[in-house]
């Protein structure tokens, strides 16, 4: 991209105004650049919610095993990757997903034709996570820890340095907001939920919860600045 | 690239699958049509039960209460009643189109007006009738009916959502407290030809907010998703 931003930068030969034209062009084509990839992940995203719809209801007719593991399959990144996040990197993040799936499991049955099984998985992980730090509140004292400990070390192979600094860049500051601002703007900017299944999962409507993401994302942009998009990318 | 990031995420959480996959063999769960019919026979049971507790107090043990008065009268209470009582009852346990429930705002709505509509029509038609006269019976009887014919109902209610709600479980349970007492109230209705608010109040009202903070707190405790079942 820098790449091409100084080529088209060196190409015009037509003055200030062709220049800052070219400038534009490539701000342009970069800004586009980001928006399609924004677009195409989401486009994924929802394929893949859509997929694991029609695999849940299946399930939920038949039982049988296969359309279980599909779902655990299109499902389980997402919801680790929640639940870790939620715990910054605690162990026990995947014995969460575990109770969490067996939950879909044991009430299948109750599982409606033509609905969303994503929202239901987070609102499990959600609540379960929750009992668990009034658990942990109950139980050792720590009132903080877990919300507000500083992220440890990650392992996965899709952490990159560069993703992990950042997120721990955004996880700081978002430590500091309150609770249902914080939820929003993980379940819609990080998690990648639509408007309708994150208000669905934080018990709200889309419009609270797009003011609440909104909110979250000023006061993140008041503190990271303008990297904040850069971060999120 | 990003195939091969996916495939070494998915080789990562494999053993977390396979966990997961033997737990659920180990736990056979209902399929959607034996959960319906779990459904049905929860709900018909619990007809059943209130049906018969009706029919032990109101018939047998305290008698029909009879008094001259025009069949419009509770016909048209009853159709007004079993009108509230069929919204709350599918509210509290249908889902809507989504698999989380109605939402908080659509459970409030019901709890708090299924009462105060069946107050307001029950008044609304007695007093066309020029029927609004208090008695001196004072509504224990009433009261105690209501709450005889709720409790197992309620039970089986809840029943069928146990362990299956993850966001609002005591309003859930609120609503299927109302619900069951909104039932309640179109038997009692058929029995007792009082309509002075002061005996609906605490006759018939009261039970079914009764029911409704009896639903709360066992709903809190019982419809939960928790990592224990209770």
């Given at each position: ?70 779902v655990i399959d299109l499902l389980q990144p997402r919801l680790l ?153 | ?230």
């Amino acid at each position: 991209m820098v790449t091409a931003a100084n080529t088209s930068l060196r190409q015009p030969t037509g003055g200030l105004d062709a220049c800052f034209a070219a400038g534009v062009e490539v701000v342009d084509r970069s800004r586009r650049a980001t928006f399609e990839a924004r677009m195409t992940g989401k486009c994924e995203l929802a394929a893949e919610a859509t997929e694991a719809d029609a695999a849940m209801d299946r399930y939920a007719r038949e039982g049988d095993p296969k359309d279980f593991a599909c779902v655990i399959d299109l499902l389980q990144p997402r919801l680790l990757g929640y639940v870790r996040r939620q715990l910054h990197g605690d162990a026990s993040a995947e014995d969460l997903v575990q109770t969490c799936f067996l939950k879909i499991h044991q009430h299948r049955g109750r599982f409606n034709p033509g609905a969303a099984v994503l929202p239901y998985a987070f609102a499990i992980a959600r609540r379960l996570l929750i009992d668990k730090v009034r658990t942990d509140r109950r139980e050792r004292g720590r009132e903080h820890e877990i919300f507000h400990r500083p992220p440890p070390r990650r392992s996965g192979p899709e952490d990159s340095l560069a993703h992990r600094r950042a997120l721990a860049r955004i996880e700081s500051v978002l430590g500091e907001l309150p609770h249902h601002y914080r939820d929003a703007f993980v379940l819609t900017a990080i998690d990648g939920l639509s408007l309708e299944d994150a208000a669905a999962v934080a018990d709200t409507t889309p419009t609270a919860l797009k003011m609440r993401t909104h909110y979250a994302r000023a006061a993140l942009r008041a503190r990271l600045g303008d990297d904040l998009e850069e971060l999120l990318r | 690239m990003k195939d091969s990031v996916k495939d070494l995420v998915m080789d990562s959480t494999m053993d977390l699958k396979e966990r997961i996959l033997a737990t659920a063999a180990a736990a056979p769960s209902l399929s959607r049509t034996a959960t319906r019919l779990r459904l049905v026979l929860l709900v018909a049971g619990g007809a059943a039960v209130m049906a018969t507790v009706y029919w032990l107090f109101a018939l047998r043990i305290f008698g029909w209460q009879s008094i001259p008065r025009s069949w419009v009268l509770p016909g048209g209470t009853l159709v007004g009643a079993a009108a509230v009582a069929g919204i709350a009852v599918a509210t509290a346990v249908g889902r809507g189109r989504h698999m989380l429930g109605r939402s908080r705002r659509w459970l409030i709505a019901v709890t708090v007006l299924a009462p105060v509509a069946l107050l307001a029509w029950k008044i609304g038609w007695s007093a066309i009738f020029g029927n609004l006269a208090e008695s001196p019976r004072l509504g224990y009887r009433c009261l105690l009916i209501a709450m005889a014919m709720g409790g197992v109902p309620l039970a089986f209610l809840i029943m069928t959502s146990r362990g299956d709600d993850p966001r609002h479980p005591s309003l859930l349970g609120a609503a299927m407290g109302v619900a069951v007492g909104s039932c309640g109230w179109v038997l009692i209705d058929l029995w007792c030809p009082v309509a002075g608010p002061i005996h609906l109040l605490r006759g018939h009202v009261l039970p079914v907010v009764l029911l409704g903070l009896l639903g709360a707190a066992v709903g809190k405790a019982v419809l939960a998703v928790r990592d224990q079942p209770r």
